[in-house]
C-alpha cells in the first residue's frame, strides 16, 4: 500500500534492500540460534548441557561480572565527573577536553592493553627509562582481573559521558535561576534538580557501558589469557582455538549465554530508563552552567592530571617501547632506535599484508555500505512508522550482539560451502568482509539516516512536482544534501573496521591478518617492541581521522559525531 | 487547460477520517482557496491534487483525464503541476536559476529554450538580478518569489499553494498577496490556495471552500460566505458577530430590522438563530424595542468595540465612534441580520 504512489524502480529498490538486509542482519542470528537449540537435548551427553555443567563456564561466567561491574563503575565515576564539569561550568576549551576524552573509545582496545602493559612491570621502558622499574620477576599488575577492570572503565567512561552530556545540554538555565529564587543552595540544586533530571541519562549510559564491557575482547584477551584469567568472550575464543568434538555447539552455546546478558543488560536499561524520564517541557536558549570563579583553573588542573594518566601516559608508553630495541632496555641516546618502524615497513611480510588487508576491508567496507545505505535510508523513511521502527532495530542487531558472538555466528554460516555457488568463502578475506558489513551497517546508517530525516519533506515532493523520478531525485536533490553524513558514516566505518580485532580474531586465517589480529599475535609471542610501533601507526591513524571527521562537523547534524558539538 | 474535479473523495489513515466524501468542481482559471481551523483536511486535500497522497474512496479527475482513483495513480511527477510550499522547498545547494529551471532540465528542454524561459519566469517575479544566488542569500519574500517562479516555469494547468504566506511577516504578507493577485492574472493557470487565514482567503480567491473535520462546509464566493454563511459553524468560523436566539425560524433568509425585532421581542422559545454583523448594530437609535447592557468596551484605535448583554443573556458586539460606560444601559437597533439553521454542536 505505501508503495503505490511510487514507480516501479523503487519498488524494485525496496524489495532488494529488504532482502540485503535479511542476509546480513536476520541470517547471522537466526543460524546462530538454530546451532545452540540443536544442542539442548535432553541428554546430558550433549555439547550444550556438558558447556552449561562445566565449571569453566561459570567461572568466566564470574568473571565477566566482576570485571565487567568493576568497569562499569570506573566507567561511571570517570564520564559523569567529566561530563557533569565540562558541561556546568565554564571551564575553558571544552571542545579540546570532549574530544581528548573520547579518544579512548577510538582507541582499539589491543592498543590501550598494550600501552599500559608497557606503563608497568618490571620490562617497563618508560620505568626503565627512569630507573624506577620493579625487580625482575615481579608481576605486571596489569594482568589481573582489577586491570581489565580498569581498561574497560576508561574504554567505556565515553559512553557514559555522552549520554550525560546530551542530557545535561537539553537542561535548561531557568530550571537553576528557579530553584535560586526559590532560595534553594547549592547543595539543594543538585539533590533536588540536577540529579533527579540525570539519573535516567546515568542508567543508560551505566547500561551501555556494562554490555559493552561483556563483549569487549581485546582487554581481557591481552590482559587475561597470559594469566588464565578467562571471561566470556575469551572462553569461546579458546574453545574456538582447541577445535575438540562438538566444539561449534558448545561456542554457540557460550554465545547465547553472552547474547542473553546483553539482551538482558539492554532489557532492563530500556526499563530503568522509562521510570526515570522527565519530560522537559518550554526550551530555553542557554542550557545550565554554573560560574566556577576562583577554582575554575585547579578544576582544569585536575582534569588535565586525569586526562595525562588515563590517556598521555598510557601512550608515551607505548612511543617509548616502539623506540627501544628490545624489552627491558631504558630508552637513552644510546638505545633509541627506529628498527622496529624499519623491519615494520621493510621487512615483515605480514606487517605490510596485514596493513593492506586491513585499509582493503576498512575501505571496501566503507564504500559499499556508503553506497547501500542511501538507498536504505531512504527507504526506510518511506515505510510506515511501525515497519521502520522493526528495520532499524533489526539493522542493529549484528552491531549490539558481540562482536565474539557475530564471529561466531558467520563461522557457523560459512563453515561448509555457498550452497549453489559451491565455493567456500570460509577461511578467505570474504567472510571478515561480510561480518564488517553485517556489524558496521548500522553505523553507517546512522548519521545518514539522521541527516536525511531532518531534510525537509517538502524538498523531494518539489522535485517530484517537476517531475524528476526516484532516481534523479536521489541523485540530484537528497544526495547533495546529504553528502557530509555520507562522508560521515564511512569515516566512522573505516575508523572502527581498520583496528578492528573481535570479528577478525576468529575468522581470520593465513595471509588474511588484519591490523587488529597482528598487535595480538606480534604482543603473544612477545615481539612486544614491533605491537608497541605498529600500535603508534594505529593511534596517529586514529587521532587524524577523528580530526577529518571534526572538519566535517559543521555540515552534519547535530550528534552524528560523538566527539563534537557547538556547545 | 481543463477543469480540476474531485468527486466524493474520501481520505482516511488507519481509522481516522481525514476528509470525508467531499466533491468540488474547480474551473479552469479559477482562483480557490481551502479554508479551514488546523486538522479540517485541506492539505491532506491539497497532497492528494498533488499526487502525494492516494484517495481511500471516490476520484479525481482533470478534464478527461483520471489522476487519481482507488484503483489507480497518477504519480507526481507525471501529472505537470506546480506548487508552492509552506517552507519554500528551494533546494538549498543550486542557485536561483537553476532551481527555477529544474523541472525544465527534467524535462530535458534544449539550451536556448531553457535559458529563455527561465528568464520569463524569473521576470514575472521580478527577480533576474538574482539569478546566480544561493537561496540563503535571499530574503524570505524572495524565496517565495522564487517558488513561485518554479512552480510556473513548465507553464502547468494548475498551481497548488501549500499555506505559501504562513511563514512570511504581516507586512510582506500583504504585498506578496498582491504579487499573487498579479500573478494569476498572468498566467490563468487554475489555483488552488490552502490558508487558515480567511482575511487571506477572501482576499485572493474567487471561491471558497471551507472545511471542518474533513467535511464540505460551505462552497461560494468570499461575499456569499460573509453574508449568507450556510449554517452557525460558518458563520462563527468567517468574519466577527454574534449569534443570537430568537423564536423558530428558517434558516438563510435576510430580516430586516423589523424582522429582527418580532424575533427577539416576546420569544416564547429561542430554538431560531440570527447572525448579526456588528456594523449592523446601532447604538445611537430611540427605539424602545431592543435594550442592552455594556459589558466591555475595547478601544481598537478607527473605532470601539462594545459587548452588550441582552434581556434574553445573550451577548452582542457592536463598533462605536465613541467609548461608552461599563454597565451603561443602552437602547439599540439591529439594521439587518441571517437566519441559520442551528447546527448540533452548540460551540459558540
Same mark, same amino acid.
Given at each position: ?67 565487567? /561491574? ?175 568434538? /562438538? ?34 517541557? /518550554? ?131 560459512? !563453515? ?5 555457488? /559451491? ?129 566535517? !562537523? ?14 | 487547460?481543463?477543469? +480540476?474535479? +474531485? ?10 477520517? *481525514? ?15 481551502? +479554508? ?42 507525471? %501529472? ?10 528551494? #533546494? ?93 492574472? %498572468? ?31 460551505? #462552497? ?13 459553524? *460558518? ?24 424582522? =429582527? ?19 449592523? =448594530? ?12 455594556? %459589558? ?41 441580520? #441571517? ?10
Amino acid at each position: 500500500m505505501y508503495l503505490r504512489n511510487t514507480d516501479s524502480q523503487l519498488r524494485w529498490l525496496s524489495l532488494s534492500i529488504f532482502l540485503l538486509i535479511a542476509l546480513l542482519s536476520l541470517l547471522p542470528s537466526a543460524r546462530l540460534i538454530v546451532e545452540a537449540l540443536k544442542g539442548v537435548q535432553f541428554d546430558v551427553q550433549s555439547p550444550f548441557s556438558e558447556i552449561m555443567r562445566s565449571s569453566q563456564t561459570w567461572t568466566a561466567f564470574r568473571n565477566s561480572f566482576y570485571t565487567s /561491574g568493576l568497569g562499569t563503575l570506573i566507567a561511571v565515576v570517570l564520564g559523569a565527573g567529566f561530563a557533569f564539569i565540562v558541561t556546568l561550568t565554564n571551564i575553558r576549551a571544552r571542545a579540546i577536553w570532549v574530544f581528548l576524552f573520547m579518544l579512548p573509545m577510538m582507541i582499539p582496545p589491543q592498543v590501550t592493553a598494550l600501552s599500559w602493559l608497557q606503563l608497568f612491570g618490571p620490562a617497563s621502558p618508560i620505568l626503565n627509562t627512569f630507573g624506577i622499574a620493579p625487580a625482575l620477576g615481579s608481576p605486571n599488575p596489569m594482568y589481573s582481573a582489577e586491570g581489565i577492570a580498569l581498561l574497560l572503565g576508561i574504554q567505556n567512561a565515553p559512553l557514559v559521558f555522552l549520554a550525560l552530556r546530551t542530557q545535561l545540554l537539553c537542561l535548561p538555565q531557568d530550571l537553576i535561576e528557579a530553584a535560586k529564587v526559590a532560595r534553594a543552595s547549592q547543595e539543594a540544586i543538585w539533590i533536588d534538580i540536577i540529579l533527579p533530571l540525570t539519573r535516567g541519562a546515568l542508567i543508560a549510559g551505566a547500561a551501555l557501558a556494562f554490555v559493552s564491557s561483556l563483549g569487549n575482547f581485546g582487554i581481557p584477551a591481552m590482559l587475561g589469557i597470559p594469566v588464565n584469567y578467562l571471561v566470556l568472550p575469551t572462553l569461546i575464543y579458546q574453545k574456538m582455538a582447541g577445535f575438540g568434538q /562438538g566444539m561449534l555447539s558448545e561456542v554457540a552455546g557460550l554465545s547465547m549465554l553472552i547474547s542473553f546478558l546483553v539482551l538482558g543488560g539492554m532489557i532492563l536499561q530500556q526499563w530503568l530508563q522509562q521510570r526515570s524520564e522527565y519530560a522537559l517541557v /518550554g526550551h530555553s536558549s542557554s542550557h545550565m552552567s554554573f560560574r566556577l570563579g576562583k577554582w575554575r583553573t585547579p578544576t582544569e588542573g585536575a582534569l588535565g592530571l586525569i586526562l595525562l594518566m588515563i590517556l598521555v601516559v598510557p601512550c608515551i608508553a607505548l612511543v617509548v617501547s616502539s623506540f627501544v630495541p628490545a624489552l627491558g632496555m631504558p630508552l637513552n641516546s644510546q638505545t633509541f632506535t627506529v628498527s622496529a618502524y624499519i623491519e615494520m615497513l621493510a621487512n615483515q611480510g605480514v606487517t605490510t599484508r596485514a596493513f593492506s588487508n586491513s585499509l582493503l576491508l576498512a575501505g571496501a567496507a566503507s564504500v559499499v555500505l556508503m553506497c547501500l545505505c542511501l538507498p536504505l535510508s531512504y527507504i526506510l523513511l518511506k515505510l510506515p512508522l511501525k515497519a521502520r521502527i522493526l528495520a532499524t532495530s533489526l539493522i542493529e542487531v549484528p552491531y549490539a550482539i558481540p562482536g565474539i558472538v557475530l564471529a561466531i555466528a558467520f563461522i557457523l554460516l560459512f !563453515a561448509r560451502p555457498l550452497p549453489i555457488l /559451491g565455493v567456500s568463502i570460509y577461511g578467505s578475506m570474504s567472510i571478515i568482509f561480510l561480518a564488517y558489513l553485517s556489524c558496521f551497517l548500522s553505523v553507517c546508517l546512522k548519521p545518514i539516516y539522521s541527516a536525511m530525516s531532518q531534510m525537509d519533506k517538502a524538498l523531494e515532493e518539489a522535485a517530484q512536482l517537476a517531475g524528476a523520478n526516484a532516481i534523479q531525485r536521489l541523485v540530484h536533490i537528497i544526495l547533495p544534501l546529504t553528502a557530509p553524513a555520507f562522508f560521515a558514516g564511512a569515516i566512522l566505518v573505516f575508523l572502527i573496521s581498520v583496528n578492528e580485532l573481535t570479528v577478525s580474531a576468529l575468522l581470520w586465517s593465513a595471509g588474511n591478518e588484519t591490523l587488529g589480529v597482528l598487535i595480538f599475535n606480534l604482543d603473544e609471542s612477545g615481539d612486544t617492541v614491533l605491537a608497541s610501533a605498529i600500535s603508534v601507526l594505529v593511534v596517529l591513524l586514529v587521532a587524524a581521522l577523528m580530526a577529518c571527521l571534526s572538519l566535517l !562537523a559543521p555540515r552534519l547534524p547535530k550528534g552524528v559525531i560523538p566527539w563534537h558539538d557547538s556547545v | 487547460m481543463a477543469r +480540476l474535479s +474531485l468527486n466524493a473523495v474520501s481520505k482516511s489513515f488507519g481509522d481516522k477520517t *481525514v476528509v470525508d466524501a467531499l466533491s468540488l468542481t474547480i474551473e479552469p482559471g479559477q482562483f480557490v482557496a481551502l +479554508l479551514g481551523p488546523s486538522g479540517c483536511g485541506k492539505s491532506t486535500i491539497l497532497r492528494m491534487l498533488a499526487g502525494f497522497e492516494t484517495v481511500s474512496a471516490g476520484d479525481i479527475q482533470h478534464g478527461d483525464q483520471c489522476l487519481s482513483s482507488t484503483k489507480f495513480h497518477l504519480p507526481t511527477e507525471e %501529472r505537470n503541476f506546480g506548487m508552492v510550499f509552506q517552507s519554500y522547498a528551494l #533546494w538549498p545547494h543550486m542557485t536561483v536559476m537553476e532551481n527555477v529551471g529544474y523541472p525544465l532540465k527534467i524535462q530535458k528542454v534544449d539550451r536556448q529554450n531553457y535559458q529563455r524561459r527561465v528568464q520569463d519566469a524569473l521576470d514575472i517575479v521580478q527577480l533576474n538580478d538574482f539569478k546566480d544566488r544561493l537561496p540563503s542569500q535571499l530574503s524570505g519574500g524572495q524565496r517565495q518569489r522564487v517558488a513561485l517562479a518554479r512552480s510556473l516555469v513548465t507553464e502547468p494547468d494548475v498551481i497548488l499553494f501549500d499555506e505559501p504566506l504562513a511563514n512570511l511577516d504581516r507586512h510582506l504578507r500583504e504585498s506578496m498577496e498582491i504579487t499573487f493577485r498579479e500573478f494569476h492574472r %498572468r498566467t490563468g493557470a487554475t489555483m488552488v490556495y490552502v490558508t487558515h487565514d480567511q482575511a487571506e482567503a477572501m482576499a485572493l480567491a474567487d471561491q471558497i471552500a471551507v472545511l471542518k473535520d474533513g467535511q464540505l462546509m460551505q #462552497w461560494s464566493t468570499p461575499e456569499d460566505l460573509y453574508t449568507r454563511p450556510n449554517n452557525e459553524w *460558518v458563520a462563527n468560523f468567517i468574519g466577527q458577530g454574534s449569534i443570537l436566539r430568537c423564536q423558530s425560524v428558517s434558516g438563510n433568509q435576510l430580516l430586516t430590522s423589523t424582522d =429582527v425585532i418580532g424575533l427577539l421581542y416576546d420569544q416564547t422559545e429561542h430554538q431560531g438563530r440570527m447572525l448579526v454583523r456588528p456594523q449592523h =448594530v446601532d447604538l445611537s437609535a430611540t427605539s424602545n424595542m431592543l435594550q442592552g447592557t455594556v %459589558r466591555e468596551c475595547i478601544f481598537r484605535g478607527e473605532r470601539y468595540d462594545i459587548f452588550l448583554v441582552l434581556e434574553n443573556g445573550d451577548t452582542l458586539h457592536a463598533y462605536h465612534t465613541e467609548p461608552l460606560e461599563i454597565g451603561e444601559t443602552r437602547q439599540l437597533s439591529i439594521q439587518q441580520a #441571517w437566519t441559520l439553521e442551528p447546527s448540533h454542536d452548540h460551540d459558540y
